[in-house]
């Protein structure tokens, strides 16, 4: 056997061992400790931690900010996942095209929409086309919500399930795992339109759950930047990214279930 298949092996045989629980224990491992860290340490001070990061200054001088908010503890797993969600798509991908060519495009399309997600989350490549685009169109009022970036991600992930529909929908398995994955991703991607439907105010929101459900146990004296409030900043991290990484371990049990389901060897 050549050097080069012995490692192929190698990684089907993980891709195949790997099952949905192990990942959803993971996930929920990894939140479980993240609240109890929360609770111990932006709640009862454990250690004098809290004290500290406000007596030397720290913005943000509450630890659920950084294990959720943008650039956090939450975001760096969720570049984890989507990097592995990347690789381990397009190795099945190149697996499958002397197998099965439409199957091997089908994953080499979901890896592509892997890749523009990770760029989204690390880069936030909508915020870089709503400023750039704010140069050229003086009336900014729909580049604001940057839904036409969304819609366009949207639609070159979804292309590949209309267009290879009857290729994966007989791995049923896996079909529900990506099609969960996509609707949990969309719902943290564009949950504040989606509030706005049932009239919805995600600040106000966010600000009724800080405030009078928690009781303000996790305020802090708060500077508002880009218009973000303290109701915003929780919405975006507390709510919005927990939900992004879920979405992500949906998709990696799309592909280690196919890969399971399959004849890949």
């Known amino acids: 056997m050549k050097p080069d298949q012995k ?5 089907t045989n993980f891709l195949k061992k790997v099952q949905p629980l192990h990942l959803f224990i993971t996930f929920f491992a990894y939140m479980f400790f993240s609240i109890i860290v929360v ?8 250690a004098g931690i ?8 720290v913005p943000s001088p509450r630890i659920w900010v950084h294990i959720f908010d943008e650039k956090g503890f939450t975001e760096w797993l969720q570049w984890l996942s ?15 095209i ?13 890896g592509i929409v892997a890749i523009i997600f990770l760029l989204e989350d690390g880069a936030n490549t909508s915020h870089t086309f709503q400023r750039y685009m704010s140069y050229l169109v003086s009336d900014s009022s729909i580049l604001n919500s940057r839904i036409i970036v969304y819609i366009a991600y949207m639609g070159f992930a979804i292309i590949p399930i ?23 991703y969309g719902f ?29 146990i996790l305020n802090y ?27 992500i371990v949906l998709l990696l049990c799309a592909i280690i279930t196919f890969v399971s389901d399959s004849d890949l060897e």
């Open 221 to 247: 004296s708060y500077s508002p930047a880009s218009g973000r409030t303290l109701g915003c900043v929780f919405m975006d991290s507390v709510i919005e990214e927990p939900i992004e990484l879920f979405a």
């Open 7 to 11: 490692q192929k092996d190698v990684i």
């Open 50 to 57: 809290r004290s500290f990061m406000e007596s030397v200054g």
């Open 39 to 46: 609770i111990l340490i932006d709640v009862f001070d454990l």
């Open 162 to 184: 209309i267009k290879y529909f009857k290729n994966i929908y007989s791995y049923r398995r896996s079909f529900k795992y990506l099609i969960a994955g996509y609707i949990f």
């Open 98 to 110: 002397k197998m099965d060519k439409l199957l091997g495009y089908f994953w080499f399309f979901i």
């Open 188 to 216: 943290a991607a564009i949950k504040s339109v989606f509030l706005g439907v049932f009239g919805i105010n995600r600040e106000i929101l966010g600000t009724y759950i800080l405030n009078d459900l928690l009781k303000g």
């Open 82 to 96: 989507l990097s592995l969600l990347a690789l381990s798509t397009i190795f099945v991908s190149g697996q499958l």
